[in-house]
């Protein structure tokens, strides 16, 4: 009898982050997003969140014990290639992971500093910004805020001053995404070592999107997962994200859905 071809194994990225119901952001959007680009996406599912198209009514945080369980049983079984990590929520979910990467110091992390829903609702507990400064930054290799969340974590007047402190604060590449200013033109930017490595221009587009950064911050890390060097993961997930946003959907009455099929 003939044997089925063994299939080929795809690179695996963790994703720890918040489960979003109407899958536009959070953990349903790295799922989309590394599906889509090819990597298998597990999960540790940091909160619960209530949400539609339009906003945040409220979440409630996982036990921050089972939520390292949920990922420490992956990483002993499953050769996980990046660490993704989006919506954390309170200072002690910081510290916790903060511990668990301790454990796994060879695996690239990729980090959404999530600080609030698009919509406006806050995601961030008291002492979570001065958690991630201290016990988190040091530990990653990419961090990816937009404008507001690089102003909040550094307390930087300007967005590139924000950038050169996330780098001194321990983040190796800063990636600040350029979708909350205003003009035609978005201007997403690279740094490393405090310096200006790459600009990429990209034609602001005319919605409100649902999971923009999480779709962006995970197509980084799916690009890492199949060994792509940094540079070349930014700029591939940058060129995915801006094409998911223009090809994206209404579904409910709010923000538009990155379209990652
Ligand atoms: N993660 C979760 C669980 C969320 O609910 C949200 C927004 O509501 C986000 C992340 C951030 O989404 P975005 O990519 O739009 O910043």
């Known amino acids: ?23 536009g952001a959070g953990i349903q959007a790295d799922l989309l997003t ?11 599912i940091t909160a619960l ?30 050769p996980v290639r990046v660490i993704k990590i989006g919506m954390l929520g309170s200072a002690e979910m910081v510290r916790a992971l903060a511990g668990l990467l301790d454990a796994y110091p060879q695996i ?5 500093p999530i600080l609030a829903a698009g919509g ?19 530990k990653v290799s990419i961090i990816t805020p937009n404008g507001p969340e ?13 950038a050169v402190l996330l780098n001194a604060q321990g983040a190796q590449w800063v990636l600040l995404s350029g979708g909350h200013g205003e003009g035609p033109k978005l201007e997403n ?11 990429v221009i990209q034609e602001r587009l005319p919605h409100q999107y649902h999971g923009s950064g999480c779709t962006l911050a995970s197509a980084v890390a799916a690009g890492l997962a199949k060994g792509q060097a940094v540079m070349q993961a930014i700029e591939a997930a940058l060129a995915f994200t801006h094409d998911a946003l223009l090809h994206a959907y209404p579904l409910g009455s ?3 859905f990155p379209n990652r099929f």
């Not at 690239?108 to 959404?112: G, I, K, W």
């Open 150 to 162: 690089a102003l909040a974590l550094t307390g930087a007047e300007d967005v590139r001053a924000a």
């Open 189 to 199: 930017l690279v740094f490393q070592g405090g310096i200006l490595r790459q600009t």
């Open 49 to 78: 969140t209530i949400q539609d198209s339009v906003n945040v009514q409220r979440f409630s945080l996982v036990n921050p014990a089972e939520c390292l369980q949920q990922a420490r049983v992956i990483l002993d079984d499953i």
């Open 34 to 44: 590394c599906a889509r680009l090819g990597v298998h996406a597990c999960t540790a």
């Open 120 to 138: 406006g609702t806050s995601l961030a507990g008291s002492g979570l910004l001065e958690a991630m400064r201290s016990e988190l930054l040091p």
């Open 254 to 256: 709010g923000q538009f």
């Open 108 to 112: 690239p992390v990729v980090l959404d």
């Open 1 to 23: 009898m003939l044997m089925p071809e063994r299939a080929e194994i795809p690179p695996v990225v963790l994703s720890i982050a918040g489960s979003d119901p109407s899958a």
